[in-house]
């Protein structure tokens, strides 16, 4: 007979654990609370260990053409002198892509998997060694649950393990800006003024990507609509772009993190934003999700014991989310909480973090994929 797992959440965990678990023969459900699938209008890094997964499961092949394949990446200052290049090759290789042609993707691919997507379907909790919870009563028994709904999550919430989100002190606000008018070359670009960032990075052949960073007591950076002539003043070197963003459809959010002490309790997972949601500092979140998905299948999927398994898994893989999420929130800040009276510093330590490998190399520690969890992903992929 044919194992189950029930997953809540139709985002990029919910999506690529369900096609994974798909292809190992399972029977999978996800629940999505929304009316259908659907993202943001942003655009969103995908990095190698992301391309990896996507890579294996068939997606980066359906949406390859969708996205943007980057050469550089670069910091610069307001007067235009860039502080840091990177060149994006080998395990530090990046794509970009509209968040919703990277989600179609995914849910393409689960549906072909033979993934069954319940939508409107919402989740309250879970009861470990029985099933998921939803809000019309059902208990949906299974051999394996898994908690992908995201930040707030219901299911860890039901758990009653502490931990949990905050949210913090920075607010970003995205576009997803039509053309390649502010980006024609395939590198993306952080702009610093202070502790105010805007990065603009082409998102595919016909979007362009921007998202603008502030510490939220920054009265004016924060009016949304932005603020046309503060950052016009604070970033002259972009002035131009600034009334297409007052114009552009836009959403402005606060960072947020989450402390999770157990990825693992009896045969239930916490996976992607619900198990180490962390600011998008290092563009990562995704990364995360979807490398932790490929080992949750890879090493649950043909388990006798499902439990130890899971816990098997959480011990195996947890530490580069833990280091990454540890990093995030140092960048974030620094960005944030630099003093100002210390502004001629900070060229410094952009420059030493450009520069130094073995810093770039503890930072970014999961660009360099599963490998370092003793996952060889090079292996064939399954039907
Ligand atoms: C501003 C910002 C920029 C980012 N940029 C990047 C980037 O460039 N690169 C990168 O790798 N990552 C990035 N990330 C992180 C990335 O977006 C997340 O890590 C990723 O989306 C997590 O996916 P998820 O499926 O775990 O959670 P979510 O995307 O939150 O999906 C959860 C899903 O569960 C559903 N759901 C929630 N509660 C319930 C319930 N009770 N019942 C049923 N369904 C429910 C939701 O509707 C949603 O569809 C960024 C994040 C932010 C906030």
């Known amino acids: 007979m044919k194992r189950k797992v029930e997953i809540a959440g139709g985002g990029i965990a919910g999506l690529s654990a369900g096609a994974l678990f798909a292809r190992h023969g399972w029977e999978v459900n996800v629940h999505e609370q929304g009316s259908e699938i659907r993202e943001v209008g942003a655009g969103i890094y995908i990095k190698n260990n992301s391309l990896e997964v996507l ?15 980057l050469e550089r990446a670069q910091i610069q200052f307001a007067d235009g002198t860039v502080k840091q290049e990177r060149p994006l090759r080998d395990k530090s290789r990046v794509h970009t892509f509209a968040r919703q042609v990277l989600i179609e993707g995914l849910r393409d691919a689960a549906l072909e998997a033979g993934v069954n997507i319940v939508t ?17 009563g059902g208990l949906h028994e299974a051999d394996l649950v898994i908690a992908a709904d995201g930040v707030h999550s219901a299911v860890r919430n039901s758990l009653k393990m502490g931990g949990g989100f905050t949210e913090l002190p920075t607010i970003i606000n995205r576009y997803l800006v039509e053309g390649r008018a502010f980006t024609s070359q395939p590198k993306t670009v952080e702009h610093w003024s202070g502790n105010r960032r805007i990065g603009v990075t082409p998102s595919g052949p016909d979007h362009t990507y921007v998202y603008m960073v502030a510490p939220a007591w920054d009265a004016k950076a924060a009016r949304f609509p932005i603020d046309v002539e503060d950052w016009s003043r604070r970033f002259p070197k972009i002035a131009d772009l600034m009334p297409v963003l007052h114009r552009a459809e836009g959403t402005q959010y606060h960072y947020g993190l989450v402390k999770c002490p157990k990825w693992s309790v009896g045969n239930i997972a916490i996976l ?29 999927a043909d388990a006798d014991d499902v439990a130890a398994a899971v816990a098997a ?23 944030r909480q630099w003093p100002t009276s210390l502004d001629f510093a900070r060229p410094l330590v ?34």
């Open 55 to 69: 890579e294996k499961l068939g997606v980066l092949d359906r949406i390859r053409g969708q996205g943007t394949v």
């Open 120 to 136: 409107g379907s919402r989740v309250t909790g879970a009861l470990p060694g029985k099933g998921l919870l939803t809000a019309d």
């Open 272 to 300: 992607g934003d619900a198990a180490h949601g962390l600011p998008p500092t290092l563009g990562q979140g995704a990364g995360l999700t979807l490398m932790n998905a490929y080992a949750l299948a890879h090493l649950v």
């Open 313 to 335: 898994w959480e011990q195996r893989v947890r530490f580069i989310s833990d280091r990454t999420q540890a990093w995030a929130v140092r960048y974030d800040w620094f960005t």
């Open 350 to 383: 952009a420059w030493s973090f450009g520069q130094f490998k073995c810093l770039n190399e503890r930072m970014r520690v999961a660009d360099r994929g599963l490998a370092q969890a003793g996952i060889d992903m090079m292996g064939e992929a399954r039907p």
